[in-house]
């Protein structure tokens, strides 16, 4: 495809048209049936056709109560100290089908508290959290003896997710049901500001993000106790969670009635205080390479792209499990690079390890048999060969409070994210060659004295 080609495209954002997102040449980009992956030169996957760049957000649940889902949530008042006494799921479970019996942990316990904007310490995480807390002693929860575990949680703040662990439609032998990502217990503050949960967008709306928070935190099975989460239980803390913003100010972001959503939506950068010189500059140089092509909800800043979740945060009975994202996910090659050495492959529990091999389906309707050795981020859920790698572009307020950085916390510094971003990985990425970044030396220093303030 020709860089003309791309550009008329991206100008009439008709990248999920046909013609517009397909490889010129199937020959040497495409995929064959039965075919070992093989990384296509242009991404060629489109998105949920049905994106659009407008201010809706997940609405707060009719009848909730943001006070009671602090307390599910397992924080005091202050939303710094723990408090459990209402946050503990157990009890007899005719669902899981025994009694389900707590191992401490709590929402709290991975995002703790407002100062951390409700994520996790940096690394060494056993600097600031006692060996003895339920984040360690709980840790087979997600980790379920994996021996990489409690070296990723300490050194690396990241814990050990299954996408389809609680999938009724899927068997234990299911590759999809085996396939696992390292990820960080991401910030929750503005998350009400975001389109689909979770750093692979997976989650679509609140209530299905928290439940299966809460069955995957308190116990080492994979069985579900959706009898002891109620609907009220997710959606107050949906309530509790959609007020967790870092500016009051943004409230009137999702809510159109508020007198002053109109400035907010109208001046993407009206509550950042730019002031210095640089500030300014830096300013124009995230307008034109971070908020021209992905982090474009105003004030925000993470991905507007966005198609209303199917229930509208209520509790569908049946929602189907292979259901699209709800958000847009972008592929910037930070799971092909790795950064951090992690591992990829099933623990058999005896020293030796097998390759996940994930049946994915191509747009052109092959079928990929897909040797995982990175973090597949949304295919995992999705079974689309072009969502390999996608991830969802992170809110951006208070963001240097926020490093280690990406989903793998596998960048250290805002300079290195800068850095990242210049580089042949991110310029070679499926998404970096439609949105390639070059600064120099002034610009990088300007963007990185704009990020500092946001
Ligand atoms: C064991 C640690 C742990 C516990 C306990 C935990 N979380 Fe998380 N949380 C994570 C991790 C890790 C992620 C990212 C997972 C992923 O990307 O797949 C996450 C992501 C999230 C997100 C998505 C944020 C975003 O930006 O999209 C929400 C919302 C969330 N958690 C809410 C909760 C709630 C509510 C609870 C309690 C019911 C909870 N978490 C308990 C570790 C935890």
């Not at 069955?215 to 994979?222: L, P, V, Y």
């Not at 870092?246 to 205080?273: E, I």
């Not at 572009?393 to 990242?420: F, K, Q, W």
Request: glycine share 8%; net charge negative; aromatic share 8%.
């Amino acid at each position: 495809m020709s860089l003309t080609r791309i550009t008329a495209c991206l100008g009439l954002g008709l990248l999920a048209i046909p013609g517009c997102d397909a490889p010129d040449d199937e020959g040497e980009l495409g995929f064959r049936a039965g075919a070992r992956h093989k990384p296509a030169l242009y991404n060629t996957g489109s998105y949920n056709v049905h994106l659009e760049r407008s201010l809706r957000f997940n609405p707060q649940p009719p009848g909730s109560d943001a006070d009671a889902g602090r307390a599910t949530f397992g924080v005091a008042a202050d939303l710094e100290t723990q408090d459990d006494t209402s946050a503990i799921f157990e009890g007899d479970s005719p669902v899981a089908g025994h009694t389900v019996v707590s191992n401490g942990r709590v929402c709290f316990t991975c995002h703790r508290g407002a100062s951390l904007d409700f994520g996790m310490p940096p690394p060494p995480v056993s600097d600031s959290i006692a060996l003895s807390d339920p984040l360690f002693t709980g840790i087979d929860a997600d980790a379920q003896g994996d021996p990489d575990a409690m070296l990723n949680l300490d050194q690396l703040a990241l814990f050990k997710i299954r996408p389809n662990r609680f999938n009724p439609t899927r068997s234990d032998s299911d590759p999809f049901r085996q396939v696992f990502g390292w990820r960080k217990s991401p910030a929750l503050t503005n998350v009400g500001l975001a389109h689909g949960f979770l750093t692979d967008v997976r989650g679509r709306t609140m209530f299905e993000t928290a439940r299966g928070a809460a069955f995957s935190h308190t116990q080492e099975t994979d069985e579900r106790f959706d009898d002891l989460f109620s609907q009220q239980q997710g959606d107050d803390i949906g309530a509790f969670l959609f007020e967790q913003v870092s500016d009051p100010a943004l409230l009137a972001l999702r809510d159109p009635g508020d007198p002053g959503h109109q400035a907010l939506a109208d001046d993407p950068f009206a509550t950042v205080p730019v002031s210095t010189p640089a500030q300014h500059r830096g300013q124009k140089v995230f307008e034109k390479y971070c908020y021209g092509a992905c982090h474009n909800t105003p004030n925000v800043f993470n991905s507007l792209e966005n198609v209303e979740a199917v229930g509208n945060g209520e509790r569908p009975t049946s929602f189907a499990p292979q259901a699209p994202a709800i958000g847009k996910a972008y592929n910037v090659g930070i799971s092909e690079a790795n950064l951090n050495n992690l591992r990829f492959t099933r623990d058999n529990g005896d020293g030796t390890f097998t390759p996940i091999v994930l049946p994915l389906a191509a747009e052109d309707g092959a079928l990929v048999e897909y040797e995982v050795a990175i973090d597949v981020g949304l295919a995992a859920t999705s079974g689309r060969y072009e969502d390999v790698g996608r991830f969802k572009v992170p809110a951006l307020r208070n963001v240097a409070a926020h490093a280690p950085y990406m989903h793998d916390n596998s960048i250290d510094t805002l300079e290195g994210v800068v850095d990242y971003f210049c580089s042949d990985e991110y310029n070679d990425s499926k998404d970096g060659q439609l949105y390639p970044i070059d600064l120099n030396a002034q610009q990088r220093a300007d963007l990185i004295a704009f990020l500092e303030i946001l």
